[in-house]
């Protein structure tokens, strides 16, 4: 585990107790003691977490999958770490998959807007990485969207 310790960055946490930990401290050590697993299905990966963190967890995530042979299969809400840190994503609607594939063809404007029902402008990057930014709700008559 000294290995996957030292990539959160977790240092002597490990050894605190669950009470003397914040949420975001005691999942990174729970993240950390998954080193030896072959499938990681984290879910909410980033939640809980300062935007530093949740570079550190996906980056980790990224590693273990390709220095480890580590497969790991992520559900969040929030798109943008699947744009950059992915390989192959799955987009689901009312608990199903309705698209799977590499994430250049699934996160794309016109899926984003037909499957989680918002606009967005997609940025790229040189290297591939992408990032959705919504710009509005395509109904606005659901008032929890505004």
């Known amino acids: ?7 959160v960055k977790i240092g002597d946490l490990e050894k605190k107790g669950i009470n003397e930990k914040s949420g975001g401290e005691e999942h990174r050590v ?7 697993a072959k499938i990681i299905l984290p879910y909410g990966p980033s939640a809980l977490l300062d935007i530093q963190h ?3 967890m996906f980056g980790l995530l990224k590693k273990l999958n390709e220095e480890e042979g580590i497969t790991t299969v992520t ?3 929030d798109l ?14 009312n608990g199903r998959i309705v ?3 590499n994430k250049s063809s699934v996160m ?3 899926n984003i807007k037909e499957i989680i ?3 967005s402008a997609l940025y790229s990057s040189v290297d591939g990485k992408s990032m959705n930014v919504p710009i509005n709700p395509v109904s606005t008559s659901n008032q929890a969207l505004m």
């Open 54 to 56: 949740q570079i550190l």
């Open 117 to 119: 029902k918002i606009d």
């Open 80 to 93: 943008n770490p699947f744009g950059i840190y992915s390989g192959m994503v799955a987009l689901l609607h």
């Open 30 to 36: 729970f993240s950390a003691r998954t080193e030896k």
């Open 1 to 7: 585990m000294n290995k996957a310790v030292e990539m």
């Open 75 to 77: 559900i969040s809400n």
């Open 108 to 110: 794309d404007k016109k």
């Open 99 to 101: 698209m799977s594939d």
